[in-house]
């Protein structure tokens, strides 16, 4: 300051030394006559000193922190974040350099090997109006952030093959799963690798898993987080229908057809087969009891399924009811045999039938033993299978006398001495016309058959056998004087024939001729 002068003179000042930026210097100044003359003094300047401190206000520079899912590529970050910024004067900005080494690119980078880095800032300036630098005049500080990348997540597909299969008593295999992700970075084939079972096999019907696990694989690249989305993979045989197929792909083969016998019988199967394969199966309809066809269905389960069916029997019994036969000379009585014989299978227990014998043949000739049957209660007729045999009744021909040619005669009396018949006749010649006892003969035979008979007459040929033809309805009639031969034939419907001879004698007659005397 200056000191006071007389009569309030004053110097002119002047030039005063000024200061802007932070630091310090001499409060210099030029002094210079103003109502005071310089000349009248003696003048000593004695300079202060202008200080311009530092702006107190901490401005603090902090690097941005960064975080990137890995991406295969390196990642810097050069941004920050600044504190109390208002103190800068206008015209003042910061320039802040960051290490070049603050990089990170993978989950292992970092002297951790967890992926994080510093982000490094090695500088902060403040520069005026783009040249200036005005750092001097403020207190900065700077800190680091830190650069990080995790781990990519990834969901890798697995699906494990599966194949379905119809039973045929083969083996199947089923190999292999198909494995992908929608993240094109991630190397299925170099970073995953697989450590479980990829095939399965199976015969019978069925499933069988693979037994495709998330365990089973493993991610060998650090710098994914993999998610294993794993599907099991399987085998599956299903039953063969044995309802379906072609002609003959199903056979079963039954044992022979029971026949009835009065209980419940099973039909025995021998074999049932689909494409040369041996069912298993239940059985319905495998029982009965009666005469019949019945269904019998098969029921396939186990490696089969499906139905099918077949007819099966249980046979009628053969049996045969036989009247008897019978056989005997005409009598004039009915030929009757009231026998049936029961043959064949027989009846079952005390099954059976009655019968009623009708047949009956009384003349020469035969018929049928005819007959009827009523079946017994309980004994029904679809169990049998029932042939009626009819037997014979033959009556034959009776013999009367000795029979023919030769045979005893019917009729009273005897063969006359030198006679040949029962029915010869003798006459003394008397010029009428004579045969044998036509009337005898007749009524021996009459007598001694039932029923008309015919007679019948034929002339002798000489050779002493009767005569083929003709036989005639009349006896031939002689008149000379002779032995005669006459055939006779006896017929009946039932008798044998009757043929026979008879000899006619006529003997001459006595005559006396007397001449005259």
Known sequence: GLPALPNGETFTLSNFASITEAGRTDATFTVADGTALMADY??????????????????????????????????????????????????????????????????????????????????????????????ANYTVEWFPGTLAVTKR??????????????????????????????????????DTVFGGTQSVSRTDAGKTEMGLATADFTNDNDCFDVTYAVTDGWVKIVPADIATGAEGDFAIVLGENPKYNGTVQTIPVGSVTYKRMDVTYTLA?????????????????????????????????NVTFTSASATKAYDASPLVNPNVTVGGDGFIGIEGAAFDVTGSQTVAGSSKNTF???????????????????????????????????????????????????????FVYD??????????????????????????????????????????????????????????????????????AAKLSITKRDATLTSGS
């Open 372 to 426: 009827s049957y009523t079946l017994k209660a309980g004994t029904l007729a679809g169990d049998y299978d029932i042939t009626k045999i009819e037997g014979e009744l033959v009556v034959t021909k009776a013999n009367v006398g000795g029979g023919s040619s030769g045979g005893e005669e019917p009729g009273d009396g005897e063969v006359p001495q030198g006679g040949i018949s029962k029915f010869d006749a003798s």
């Open 285 to 317: 309809g495998e029982n009965a009891t009666h005469a019949g066809t019945y269904t019998l269905t098969v029921k396939a389960n186990g490696n089969f399924t499906g139905e099918r069916s077949t007819t099966w029997q249980v046979l009628k019994r």
């Open 153 to 190: 997540p990834v969901t890798v597909t697995v699906v494990g093959k599966t194949a379905t299969y119809t039973y045929d008593s083969e083996e199947k295999i089923v190999t292999g799963y198909d494995i992908s992700t929608e993240d094109e970075l991630y190397d299925i084939a170099a």
């Open 42 to 135: 003696a003048i000593t300047t004695v300079p202060g000193t202008l200080t311009v401190r530092k702006n107190a206000t901490e401005i603090t520079v902090t690097a941005k922190s960064g975080s990137w899912v890995y991406d295969g590529t390196a990642h810097t970050l050069h941004e920050y974040e600044a504190t109390n910024l208002g103190v800068l004067q206008p015209g003042d900005a910061l320039d802040v350099t960051f290490d070049e080494a603050s990089v990170v690119k993978t989950p292992q980078d970092g002297a951790n090997g967890d992926g994080i880095v510093p982000n490094v800032i090695t500088g902060v300036r403040v520069i005026r109006s783009g040249a200036e630098d005005v750092t």
């Open 431 to 500: 010029g009428e016309g004579h045969t044998i006892d036509t009337n005898a003969l007749k009524a021996a035979f009459g007598a001694a058959m039932v029923g008309e008979s015919a007679v019948e007459y034929a002339v002798d040929d000489g050779t002493g056998e009767p005569p083929v033809l003709p036989w005639l309805e009349t006896a031939p009639v002689y008149t000379n004087a002779g032995e005669y031969i006459v055939w006779y034939r006896v017929t009946n419907p039932n008798y044998n024939e009757f043929i026979h």
